[in-house]
T-cell receptor
């Protein structure tokens, strides 16, 4: 099946610094990628939808200037958490849709990135 | 605003038991519902998708039912195995978009 990777798998950073997380579709092209955030014992919450070559669409309550998303190619989307604070510590998960898939609902999820901000 | 709740939050059973995981949602006007499995260090894996017009879907030892009017879905796992240990997530779509609204999951442990 289709594989989505994320890098890094975990990261620890100091408050005020920026962190970039990569999401790659390894064996398919993804016109659309999604970024989720999951706090401990809570639901995955969609943060934004990333379309290749265009600006991301952010969910209500998600600061687009704080969570910068770039989807410059059909296999790579990046999420940059700018000026990170301890409350940004969370598990960030991406998913990607295979544009050749006949199923509009098929999304492939990455393994997630654990971010800890000290 | 749609809210998805999963009960119980955690479940521990001996191997071989049949079990039921519950999912409820506040707005019954869903487009479809999907069950996922989440393993540590791995991505989510889709298990079953039920369209709003369907009552159930089956895949191997898994059976998912949907009662849209009452806002409930159940995932039935027959003859559980230690390899079934994972977190099970239920998610709904409200329209034909890709957007999923997730529950917080049920952490299942199947003891050998």
């Amino acid at each position: 099946g289709a594989v989505v990777s994320q890098h890094p798998s975990w990261v620890i950073c100091k408050s005020g610094t920026s962190v970039k997380i990569e999401c790659r579709s390894l064996d398919f092209q993804a016109t659309t990628m999604f970024w989720y955030r999951q706090f401990p014992k809570q639901s995955l919450m969609l943060m934004a939808t990333s379309n290749e070559g265009s600006k991301a669409t952010y969910e209500q309550g998600v600061e687009k200037d704080k969570f910068l998303i770039n989807h410059a190619s059909l296999t790579l989307s990046t999420l940059t958490v700018t000026s990170a604070h301890p409350e940004d510590s969370s598990f960030y998960i991406c998913s990607a849709r295979d544009w050749t898939s006949g199923s509009v609902y098929e999304q492939f999820f990455g393994p997630g990135t654990r971010l800890t901000v000290l | 605003k749609q809210e998805v709740t999963q009960i119980p939050a955690a479940l521990s059973v001996p191997e071989g038991e049949n079990l039921v995981l519950n999912c409820s949602f506040t707005d019954s006007a869903i487009y479809n519902l999907q069950w996922f499995r989440q393993d540590p260090g791995k991505g989510l894996t889709s298990l079953l998708l039920i369209q709003s017009s369907q009552r159930e879907q089956t895949s191997g030892r898994l059976n998912a039912s949907l009662d849209k009017s009452s806002g409930r879905s159940t995932l039935y796992i027959a003859a559980s195995q230690p390899g079934d240990s994972a977190t099970y997530l239920c998610a709904v779509r409200m329209d034909s978009s890709y957007k999923l609204i997730f529950g917080s999951g049920t952490r299942l442990l199947v003891r050998p």
